[in-house]
């Protein structure tokens, strides 16, 4: 039974307190006949500091059995961290003196598919050189766990989460990548499936058989009267190809036959996190990859991980405390691993993934900033800024130990994020503005410049999300096709000006492969019948490495962005105020096809960043600016923008970056 949330937190501590008591000396001998006297006393330091995100998670998810798996949890932990191998515990170490180290404004990201950039893993480290060029110190592969046979959605239908998909390589070459990057100083992010496995898991394949090892490890009903009532209130993620959270299993039931809660695809099985043996379970996956040598663990579809009957089964309180204890054990065993929250959900909802409560709990250090990623594809389809104010200006602010990660473009498509409160507080229809964005970078807009397509559209409600390249999207593949000189200038500008706030709202800026290069759709994918039903393959087109090697000659498309992108990075390192750990704040300079953000840093000035949506030159007041004058240009698009009278003008598609000396 599950304590009672009007518990007072003082209650839960103090049976914390107590448990810890009683338990210390016990997990303090251990430690140190285990890991040694400086690490067992590192070991039981860590405990300390974690004894509530331990204790309390688990007494608000598993209510009078918190006791005993308050003890089994720290065992866990601690076995983990005698398997932690040396080199990786000096990075630990580092990090523990620095535990801000990825809100540096040196870091900076890639994300690539390991495949489409370099074939498989053990080819990797000879391309690190392209990496470094551009400053990146976070590199990103997307899914490389052993998935299912089949079609197995992108890779997030984890077969194995100790195994690499064998098309990419080994578990040892991912370990050899790990270690080259940690030598050039770069860490290494992986996607980490908590939510569900595909129905091939041995999990799964010894929950079907009755094992009782897995017993409760998923969930099935055997007619539809939950299913049904759950399915009610729970909106459908791929409404058109698996309607519906539950899919019927012949097997499931004891032989019997029963509908098994699969949120996404009918061979995607949601875990039962109900189950406290689930979430050691899973604890035992996180930390045996982590000792491989991964940093960061984007954890996907957190939302999803705690199931109530009546609601939308998204967001939930217990989800946020399942994140907190997962994190707080693996951080026991591996202190130098952040965790990434893939959270696709309203503001509100999101920055509770950062730890942003009403009391603040640590759960992920970094997450996703998808409001400005859509705010930015908004501002360049209307050349107006006043919903990203709006939007981006009622944000809650996220806890100084957490980050956001701002990118242009992911692997994923654009679903369009505009609340309807925020599109009626600037005289806009939510619906009618989020139907403009799909018709507008699907090309069906008259004027439009961009080469999308539709995703997962739903003519019923009109609902559906986009699929494209950045360069596509951004006109450079249009422009190309007409040869347009005017417009493929146009397109280049519009690329660099989506990054040009990337690379300075704050946090972690994510390149997304190919972007530095302004590749364009790949219509390949249409061969490939596994892939062809999946439109959202056309924005990930293999690496061009012939195009990469004219990343030099600026009388090219692709050293023209190349250099442009390199040198946002480079002047970016050089501001303390991109650090992560304090927030942006957008401000109206008296334009409203220009945003205008500022951000102050404990150790800086002040920093303050143009950009102008519209394609013709914008005034903006240049004391709001320029402090007064006392800022000085430290980037640009077209140079020092001069005063006048009071305004400084910013060239149709340009940005300015500001900083106080």
Known sequence: MTIPAIIPAAVRRAAAEQAWQQLRPEVAAEAVAALGPAEGDAFLARADLALYDVHEPLAVLYGDAADELFARALRTALAAAVERPEELRRIDRRREVDPAWFQRARVQGYVCYVDRFCGTLDRLPEHLDHLAELGTTYLHLMPLLKPRPGENDGGYAVMDYREVDPRLGTMADLEEVATALHDRGMALCIDLVLNHTAREHAWAQGWLAGDPAYAGFYTAFPDRTLPDA?????????????????????????????????????????????????????????????????????????????????????????????????????????????????????????????????????????????????????????????????????????????????????????GWAVAD???????????????????????????????????????????????????????????????DDAALDAGVRRLVLLYSVVYAYGGIPLLYMGDELALRNDAGYLADPALAPDNRWMHRPPMDWDTAARRGDLATLEGRVWREIRRLGEVRRAQLALRGGVESAVVDAGSDAVLVWRRKHPRSGTFVGLANFSSSPQAVDADTVTGFGSFEQVHGSDGVLPVRDGQVVVPGLGFAWYAEP
């Open 230 to 414: 759950y399915d009610a209130t729970i909106p459908e993620v791929f409404p058109d190809r698996a309607p519906g959270s539950f899919s019927w299993v012949p097997e499931a039931c004891g032989g019997e036959g029963g509908w098994v809660w699969t949120t996404f695809w009918p061979y995607q099985w949601d875990l039962d996190y109900a189950n406290p043996a689930v979430a050691l379970a899973m604890l035992g996956e996180i930390t045996w990859l982590a000792h491989r040598g991964v940093d960061v663990f984007r954890m996907d579809a957190v939302p999803f991980m705690w199931k109530r009957l009546g609601t939308s089964c998204q967001n939930q309180p217990e989800g946020h405390s399942l994140l907190q204890l997962l994190h707080a054990l693996t951080r026991l065993a591996a202190p130098g691993v952040v965790f990434k929250a893939e959270a696709i959900v309203s503001p509100d909802d999101l920055v509770g993934y950062l730890g942003g409560h009403d009391r603040y709990r640590p759960e992920c250090e970094l997450a996703y900033h998808n409001q400005l990623m859509v705010l930015l594809w908004s501002s360049l389809a209307t050349g107006d800024v006043r919903l990203a104010r709006q939007s981006l200006g009622r944000m809650r602010p996220v806890p100084p130990s957490a980050t956001w990660c701002t990118y242009v473009r992911g692997h994923d498509d654009i």
């Open 421 to 483: 409160e925020d599109a009626a507080a600037v005289g806009l229809d939510g619906f009618a503005h989020r139907r403009f964005l799909n018709d507008f970078y699907a090309g069906r807009f008259p004027g439009s410049f961009a080469r999308g397509a539709l995703f997962q559209e739903n003519e019923v409600t009109g609902d559906a999300r986009i699929s494209g390249s950045a360069a596509s999207l951004c006109g450079i593949e249009a422009a190309l096709e007409d040869g």
